[in-house]
């Protein structure tokens, strides 16, 4: 999205909202760079039109060719923590392996599957960690 003028960038995104109003969802408010790739003024613009951007705070590397479903779950249960944001693709070899046992283990252990907008404290803007920091 770096390398995108603004105005491709808001032209992208109308279709996008576009799309997924005439399937019935709602306005989208939060966006999340592909590839984590942003810069200042991607996220100015980004807010200038009503968004929130939102990175992950545990990657689980699922995209890599040859990962495992044990080697995505050592990752997943060593780095998440209360509040985290945990980055999964439909598409990765293991997925349907390893999600199951990723929801089942994290629910035993007390975690809650939300939607990132309840997760997401008002006032809050999420840092290129995946870290809530109030605004300043």
């Not at 050592?74 to 293991?94: D, M, Y």
């Not at 990723?102 to 975690?111: F, P, S």
């Not at 997760?119 to 809050?124: R, S, T, V």
Request: glycine share 6%.
């Amino acid at each position: 999205i770096t390398f995108l003028s603004d105005g491709q960038i808001q032209s992208e995104l109308k279709a996008t909202e576009d799309a997924l109003i005439t399937q019935g969802a709602p306005t989208p408010r939060l966006f999340r760079p592909p590839f984590g790739e942003y810069n200042d003024r991607v996220v100015q613009k980004l807010r200038d039109l009503g968004y929130q951007v939102i990175q992950w705070s545990v990657d689980t590397l699922d995209w890599k060719e040859g990962r495992t479903a044990e080697q995505v779950l050592e990752v997943v249960f060593r780095k998440t923590a209360p509040g985290s944001i945990i980055l999964c693709h439909n598409n990765a070899e293991s997925i349907v392996e390893y999600l199951p046992a990723l929801i089942d283990e994290l629910t035993a252990k007390g975690y809650e599957f939300v939607m990132l907008d309840e997760l997401l404290h008002p006032g809050f803007n999420i840092d290129n960690n995946g870290i809530q920091h109030p605004e300043s």
